[in-house]
């Protein structure tokens, strides 16, 4: 009966073991926030993926092992790494794919957002206008403080190792140009209020460029003495900066300078006109506009969009502005500009998209425009050129999108059927793309310009099941405590009910006892003249005797070993024959039904009037046979107690009181309870107590050595 | 005996119950051929007064705090006293009764035995015979029969006669299918047999078990 230490020691277990978990959370915590975690990194873009970076503008997506960008968008940013780190050196192969601009690597920054300079942290690139070496610091706005000229000219389509560092509040930069035999050019600030640590990005300034080998490491003093060298640095503040006449302004407010070779056209023609132009008779036409997509190439201009077939091109990028030279073939709803020369006139910033409704996309107005098209996710599927397919539908019109594959799996796992999306592309109608499947087809310039704008509704059949599930589990675990308390409340009552024993043997049996002997003494001695005396000492002897039986009878029903091992046939069958002494009379027990557990209540009632049954019939009665009988049933059990004996006139009060005690405690338990007697026809008493309803399965197993006392 | 015969029982009471004590020693003490020597409350007293007061017959309870009954009758067979015990309690559970005649008790009495069945008790220990009242008696040889057999397991020795499986007795007892296959081996192990239907054979044999008809 020792059970109730096994509740602390489970409450201490659980204790522990949230302690345990509490501790362990605080140290994953810790290790999440160390300046440590996550260092040295290195890019995985040769495997094709970049899941850990998050782009901030532009198009950027990984190409033959590089990330590459190819947007003249103005501070385009992708990021990644984590804000605590602190003292580390990124270094990446840079390459720019235009002329006019830069790119380069961000270094401690937080809070970015997509615009030219909304960071904070340290910028270093490559300015081609210029053929600098870069490096400032933005917060929301542009610090420059130094440029230092790199030995010859920058030039897009060419690798330089670009390095960045930061240790204490010392930030240097250098940049290499490996095939010049590898003269270092460095750049370096002590920024006095400086930006202590953060994340790592690449960024480009409408140049567009590659980034590959991107790498990042904890740096020490020593790295960052062997990158300085020799040079001197100094001290740096951006209240200062104004008053020692070094330049502060936005890295975007210097203007864009014209390509000499491309001079613009004097008869170019608007994109729309193209429409018109007749078929069978191919005559040279030249367009101007901005590249919205690069592969296939797209243009457009103020009046619409046009695919170009390029004969000849120089490398583009979006945003570019071109000038393109060629025929023009129509289609069904659209026209191409075939065989077409191109030349780059200048970059621009790429064109905002138009937003339209799917249905008037599928009209054709706006075929080869960017345009901004939102649809319900119908499915997505990748092919072996690493292309999205996205089938979409928006009401009644359905629509695809294609998407190079973009930085990874994590855009393509992460949208789910049904869900509301958001995309900027170019609207083609040619059947070259749509398989006259669809009435036209979204060309995206990479993942980004994918949008969730809701996810899928929650009511999918996943949901449901998974709801489902739940809910079982949690009515599981509710009957599992359920009758882990009741199983708890019963021990509870039995270790009660076993102290009581123990206390009426320990008080009540005792006194009987004593007294008993007492009385006897009393009777022993008093003189043998006194018949009356010793007649009323005799009852009160028996009365004393009688009371103490009773009492053991009551102990012994308490103490709950008899209960946890006996069933109620047997424990009569055994209660008849101590009664009986051995004495000639015949027991016959049966049992029909399946023997069960049965309420505890239940139980000891059935047993104490089977008790009450029994004893009558024993000492009043003198049958020559008693029997007794159980019955399970789905939802009663039923007790019989029948002797062959003198029985007693039903009517007569003789019996009244054990008769009126077993009603009472039928009346207790709700059972029926029936007697039927007469003189010299024996007596038959009958239970019948009803039972909750039978369980179809139970959960729990018994603690080894406990008894059969639950219920069911 | 003959020693005693012509002299009063000397008797040594040890109860840790005042009422008890008292209501005993009284009664006994009207009879003249019995002279209570003695009261003890506890194990030890008992012990120490057996060994200085030797008495014929000691009245011995269970029940007791520090030392129990059972512990107190090894004590005096250790110490050689030649006092004969009587084990006289409020209970009769076939465990207690088994464990005192093991320990060395002459004679088992209830305190709810008539006078006349005490005495008759007394004067047979006292004659260097073993009384045990009818009913006990038979109890007891039950119990050797059934050699070391719990009631649990007696109640599955049953049930498998009747051929039931350890699932559906597991069923019936609310018990675990697991737990019914140990007290299974426990069963074959006590009755040293080999499988469940030699248990079954082997305790019809012995009368550990009867088969309903």
Known sequence: MKRRPQIWKWLAISLLSFAVVAGASLLFLIYLHSPKHGLPYHDSFAQGKADEWEAFGGTWAVYDGGMRNDSDERGAKLMSGSPYWKNYLLEADVMLLGEDGDAGLIIRASDEEQGVDSYSGYYAGLRSRDNMLTLGRASHGWLEYQNVPMPESVQAFRWYHLRLLAYGCQIVASATFPLSGGHTTTAAMADKDCLSSGRIGLRSYSAGGIWRNVHARLATEDDLLAMLGNKTRQPFSSEEAAGN??????????????????????????????????????????????????????????????????????????????????????????????????????????????????????TGAFAAMFIEVEGHLLSKERDAQNTLVLNLEDGQQSFRALVHGGRGDLLFNKLKLGSLLRLRGVCVVDSEYTNNLTPFVLLLRSTDDIEVVTGPPWWNT??????????????????????????????AILEEREMLAHEMHD????????????????????????????????????????????????????????????????????????????????????????????????????????????????????????????????????MVIEDDGTGYDAGSEKKGFGVRGMKRRAAAISAALEIATSPNKGTRVQVTAPLPARMAFRWKTHPKGSGSHEQA | MNRHENKAVRILIVDDHPVVQAGLASMLATHKDIEVIGSASSGEEALTMAQQDTPDIILLDLRMPGMSGIDTLRALKEAQTTARTIILTSFETDENIYRAIQAGAQGYLLKDTSQDQMLEAIATVHAGKRYIPRPIAARLAERMLRSDLTARELEILEMLAKGLTNKQIGHALAISENTVRNHVNSIMEKLEVSDRTEAVAVAIQQGIIQVAS
């Open chain 1, 245 to 362: 006449g070094i330049t502060i302004f936005g890295s975007g407010s210097l203007p864009s300078h014209v390509n000499q070779q491309a001079r613009p056209a004097t008869n170019v023609q608007p994109i729309s006109g193209l429409r018109l132009v007749s078929g069978s008779q191919p005559t040279a036409i030249t367009i101007r506009g901005v590249v919205s997509l690069t592969a296939p190439l797209y243009v457009q201009d103020s009046t619409g969009g046009i695919a170009v077939k390029a004969a000849s091109s120089p490398p583009l990028k979006v945003g570019d502005e071109v000038q393109a030279t060629g025929t023009v073939r129509s289609g069904a709803f659209h026209s191409n500009l075939e065989n077409a020369t191109v030349q780059l006139l200048w970059a621009r910033t790429p064109v905002q998209p138009v937003s339209v409704t799917a249905s008037q996309a599928a």
């Open chain 1, 462 to 491: 996943r949901h449901v099941v998974a709801a489902g599930f739940a809910l079982l589990l949690l009515l599981f675990i509710g009957q599992f405590i359920h009758s882990r308390i009741e199983q708890w409340r019963l021990r």
């Open chain 1, 507 to 638: 008080t009540l049996a005792q006194s009987f006892a004593g007294l008993g002997f007492q009385l006897q003494a009393i009777r022993n001695r008093m003189p043998e003249d006194m018949p009356a005396v010793h007649k009323q000492l005799d009852l009160a002897c028996d009365l004393v005797r009688h009371s103490h039986e009773e009492a053991r009878r009551d102990i012994m029903m308490l103490r709950s070993e008899s209960f946890e091992q006996m069933e109620l046939t047997r424990m009569l069958e055994q209660c008849a024959r101590k009664m009986l002494d051995g004495g000639p009379v015949e027991i016959e027990v049966s049992q029909a039904g399946d023997i069960r557990p049965i309420p505890l209540r239940v139980n000891d009632t059935l047993f104490r009037i089977g008790q009450e049954a029994l004893a009558n019939a024993v000492r009043h009665a003198t049958p020559t046979r008693i029997s007794i009988a159980t019955a399970y049933a789905k939802n009663f059990v039923q």
